[in-house]
């Protein structure tokens, strides 16, 4: 199965500032088939980019996504007070459609 | 518009069974797979599977295999996910999803707590 690891595990920034956070595969995600999520407490998932780099119905131009093959970033401009939460990649190219451990980004 | 409703809350014994459901509308059921999704307390999401969209089909992920059945009845628009022998860190939200990412957008349930626990 691929393996997604993501850093940091944690990352601790102020609003206003800039997130990136890297997603790595243990082997190379067909077709860019990898998702970013982001999840706050008590909520299901919420779908930010798909395909490494395609924004989400409804996603601000203030989160993008980039990479191919085993290495992915997802970049979040203009941190918001909201946009604190935890985060996920999945790739979804080939079974079983595995997640990252998670990335938490915590207001500094 | 899309909404997936799960089953209640559970609580089992440890060697237990659990049968979640997730009641689909606002699509044609018969055109999605749906996956099942698990999270423990403070923990990542876990993928365990998918079921073809006319449930003549599945695919769990290996640590599942032999303990997970996932089901639908498309009369009634509803997936399943039967879970036995739970142990305790079988406890966690289940999710189900339509994860086929169309038009950008992709559909949770809003998930179900099941507790193991003697």
């Known amino acids: 199965e691929i393996v997604l690891t993501q850093s940091p595990g944690t990352l601790s920034l102020s609003p206003g500032e800039r997130a990136t956070l890297s997603c790595r595969a243990s082997q190379s995600i067909t077709s860019n088939y990898l998702a970013w999520y982001q999840q706050k407490p008590g909520q299901a998932p919420r779908l930010l980019v798909y395909?490494?780099?395609s924004r989400a119905t409804g996603i601000p131009d203030r989160f993008s996504g980039s990479g191919s093959g085993t290495d992915f970033t997802l970049t979040i401009n203009r941190l918001e007070p909201e946009d604190f939460a935890v985060y996920y990649c999945?790739?979804?190219?080939?079974?079983?459609?595995?997640f990252g451990q998670g990335t938490r980004l915590e207001i500094k | 518009q899309v909404q997936l409703v799960q089953s209640g809350a559970e609580v089992k014994k440890p060697g237990a069974s659990v049968k979640v459901s997730c009641k689909a509308s606002?699509?044609?059921?018969?055109?999605?797979?749906m996956h099942w999704v698990r999270q423990a307390p403070g923990q990542g999401l876990e993928w365990m599977g998918w079921i073809k969209p006319n449930g003549d089909g599945t695919n769990y992920a290996q640590k599942f295999q032999g303990r997970v059945t996932m089901t639908r009845d498309t009369s009634i628009t509803t997936d399943y996910m039967e879970l036995s022998s739970l142990r305790s860190d079988d406890t966690a939200v289940y999710y189900c999803?339509?994860?086929?990412?169309?038009?950008?957008?992709?559909?949770w349930g809003q998930g179900t707590l099941v507790t193991v626990s003697s």
């Open positions: 395909g490494a780099s």
């Open positions: 999945q790739q979804y190219g080939i079974s079983p459609f595995t």
């Open positions: 606002g699509y044609t059921f018969t055109d999605y797979y």
């Open positions: 999803a339509r994860l086929a990412i169309v038009g950008g957008t992709v559909y």
